[in-house]
């Protein structure tokens, strides 16, 4: 799997839809000073890759955006990924978050997009699938996903 693309839409720290990050052909590396999202950043791939988890979370929500919800409001949380495994392919998981009148936020259903390109057509797929696929247990195993201890 080679990841292409990477877009953040209100993941924790990652405020709006203007989070994308893209990648060229060799070694990336990630650097940053403290509180500039580079944990955030592999803890959102990390969501993405992980299909055991069956809902959104709350505390995955931008605490920006969460905080300028008017009543009524609903809000997308995803994460995007376009990469290269025996073609073209590209996953996003998401679900939405609705601000209601008492206060409090109604969450709403998960949900995992899937595409992949077979020659020049590009198709819907099970994302969840898809992932599984690409992204195996044996290979989940090795992942660098351990944090900073």
């Known amino acids: ?9 209100n993941f924790r720290s990652y405020y709006g839809d203007n989070n994308r990050f893209e990648f060229s052909d060799g070694l990336t590396v990630i650097i940053g000073d403290n509180g500039d999202g580079k944990t955030t950043f592999f803890e959102a791939l990390q969501w993405l890759l992980d299909t055991t988890k069956d809902r959104g979370l709350m505390e995955q ?4 955006r969460r905080s300028q ?11 995007y990924m376009k990469f290269d495994h025996d073609g073209e392919k590209s ?27 077979n020659g020049i057509e590009r198709e819907a797929v099970n994302g969840k699938a898809l992932i599984e696929r690409c992204y195996d247990a044996f290979i989940q195993k ?6 900073e201890s």
Do not use: A, C, W
């Open 142 to 147: 090795f992942s660098m996903f351990k944090g």
């Open 61 to 64: 929500m931008s605490e920006m």
């Open 69 to 79: 919800m008017e009543v009524g409001d609903v809000e997308e949380i995803s994460v």
């Open 1 to 9: 799997m080679i990841i292409k693309e990477i877009k953040i839409k």
């Open 91 to 117: 996953v996003e998981k998401s679900f939405t978050i609705e601000k209601l009148e008492n206060g409090s936020f109604k969450i709403g259903q998960l949900v995992y997009r899937g595409y992949e390109t």
